[in-house]
T-cell receptor, first 112, second 107 residues
């Protein structure tokens, strides 16, 4: 069964360093999402792509976060510089059509 | 009032018990998701429903579109079922998340 792939699964970085996460959606899924989930809270949508275009990035802290999906397939989420408050689970999901979302295993980021 | 309400917020039960988690929503939806998250883990999709009932192993999910209500049932619960169970409703391409139900199954 096809799955959303994410890497790395775990990342520890120091404050002020740059960090990047990668997501490979299920083949053929045009819509891709990045979520941030702070411990004890629900997921927060950071950015939504439709193919290579950003549909919604209203909650993305653009001073330090960037996301791209250059060829409309895999995607990278970057944080530069990382801050202590960025420690969270970063989830990627993809969707073939309205209403459906399939989640990857997530990347757990710890900023020290 | 939140658009997606789950109950109970916390649930502790003994191994073998039948578990029910409820989800009510107040908006029009295209689908409803039940998801599972173990402590420190990622999110796993359990069910996606737009009508009726689905069953997978010991898990059963139902939805009543007219009443805007869904239930997740776990039969013969086991300690490995201990997790947070999240109801999320789909409005177009976006998900509106419930607060989650923390389930603990004691051996």
């Amino acid at each position: 069964e096809a799955e959303v792939a994410q890497s790395p699964r775990y990342k520890i970085t120091e404050k002020s360093q740059a960090v990047a996460f990668w997501c490979d959606p299920i083949s053929g899924h045009a819509t891709l999402y990045w979520y941030r989930q702070i411990l004890g809270q629900g997921p927060e949508l950071l950015v939504q792509f439709q193919d290579e275009s950003v549909v919604d990035d209203s909650q993305l802290p653009k001073d330090r976060f960037s996301a791209e999906r250059l060829k409309g397939v895999d995607s990278t989420l970057k944080i530069q510089p990382a801050e202590l408050g960025d420690s969270a689970m970063y989830l990627c999901a993809s969707s073939p059509e309205v209403g459906e979302q399939y989640f990857g295993p997530g990347t757990r980021l710890t900023v020290t | 009032k939140n658009e997606v309400e789950q109950s109970p917020q916390n649930l502790t039960a003994q191994e073998g018990e039948f578990i029910t988690i409820n989800c009510s929503y107040s908006v029009g939806i295209s689908a409803l998701h039940w998801l599972q998250q173990h402590p420190g883990g990622g999110i796993v999709s359990l069910f996606m429903l737009s009508s009726g009932k689905k069953k997978h192993g010991r898990l059963i999910a139902t939805i009543n579109i007219q009443e805007k209500h869904s239930s997740l049932h776990i039969t013969a619960s086991h300690p490995r079922d201990s997790a947070v169970y999240i109801c999320a409703v789909a409005r177009g391409y976006q998900l509106i998340w419930g607060a989650g139900t923390k389930l603990i199954i004691k051996p």
